[in-house]
Structure formats: C-alpha cells, structure tokens
C-alpha cells in the first residue's frame, strides 16, 4: 500500500525547529528517508521508496523544486526526509569559431527541444538534462553534426545541481 504525503514542512538545513523533529523522528523511529533523482524533484507526483522499502507517493506544487533536507509529515503520522542524489548531467560545448554554425547550433537547440530534454545555456555551455539513455543522448547530438563540438559529463553534489526549467504545453 502506498502511503501518500502532501504536507511540506520546510526544510531542515534552514529551519531548526525541524532539525529537532527530526532527531525525534529518527530516536522514536517515526522517520522515512528517500533519495531522488534530481529529475524527479519538479515534478508534481512522484512515486519512490523509502530506504527500507515503503512505498511513497509525494504530492506537491510542481512549481516547487524538492532538495536534499527538505520535510514531509505522511499521513501515517511519520516524518519523510528528501535526499537527493547526484546529478550528472551532459555538457556540450564548441572549439574554435561558432559563427560559421550559428544553424546549425539552433537546430540542435530544436533537436533537443523536440526530445523535451531540459537545457540551460550558461556561458559557453549548453548543459542537458540526462532524460534518456546517454547512448541514446549522444547519438542524437552527434546526427547534428557540428564540426569541433564537445560532448562532455558532469557530476554534480546535491548541494550544487543545475535546476532545469519545467516543461509545459499551453
């Protein structure tokens, strides 16, 4: 049976009062953790398991991006503890001049659009969303074939993850 939480109490890194309900929770034995994958923190309803096993269903805004330390109260009268996990995610980046490609840039800004795999232009960097398999991820970027374009990875700490804009159709 899935055990469904809605009710965000904060999050304990910034709220000491919830730090204490924590230790509480976890001395009476009253406290789930889960650990998410980052992609999964924008979203509205997300379906896990807790460390030992529950069966989860998180309700929330999905305007609202879940992090490590953020707080539920289940219904059952436990407390739920969000962690996230490690975020890697794809960097793609050209050497050299990028003006003689400026189409072929944009059509691999389309291609990506038309996967719905979330990016985030930064600086010299297009940073992907792994959102498919990353066989898959560099097949499709390679097909655009741009001359001196890197494909490269990233690890990033739940401390220091890139938030990708939700995606929506009106």
């Not at 460390?51 to 436990?78: P, V, Y």
Request: hydrophobic share 40%; charged share 15%.
């Amino acid at each position: 049976m899935t055990v469904l939480t809605e009710t965000y109490l904060g999050n304990q890194a910034i709220d000491r009062s919830l730090q204490q309900q924590v230790l509480q929770a976890q001395e009476a034995g009253t406290l789930l953790e889960v650990y998410l994958q980052p992609a999964d923190s924008g979203k509205g309803r997300i379906h896990a398991f807790s460390t030992t096993g529950i069966e989860l269903g998180i309700i929330k805004s999905r305007e609202q991006s879940l992090g490590t330390g953020d707080l539920f109260a289940m219904q059952s009268g436990q407390l739920l503890l969000v962690n996230l996990t490690e975020q890697t995610v794809m960097t793609l980046s050209v050497s050299g001049d990028v003006s003689k490609h400026a189409i072929d840039l944009i059509y691999l800004g389309h291609v990506l659009g038309n996967h719905h795999w979330p990016i985030l232009v930064h600086g010299d960097r297009i940073y992907v969303e792994m959102a498919a398999d990353r066989a898959v991820m560099e097949t499709t970027v390679r097909n655009v074939n741009i001359p001196n374009l890197c494909i490269d990875y990233e690890v990033r700490s739940s401390a220091n993850q890139i938030q990708f804009s939700a995606h929506s159709h009106h």
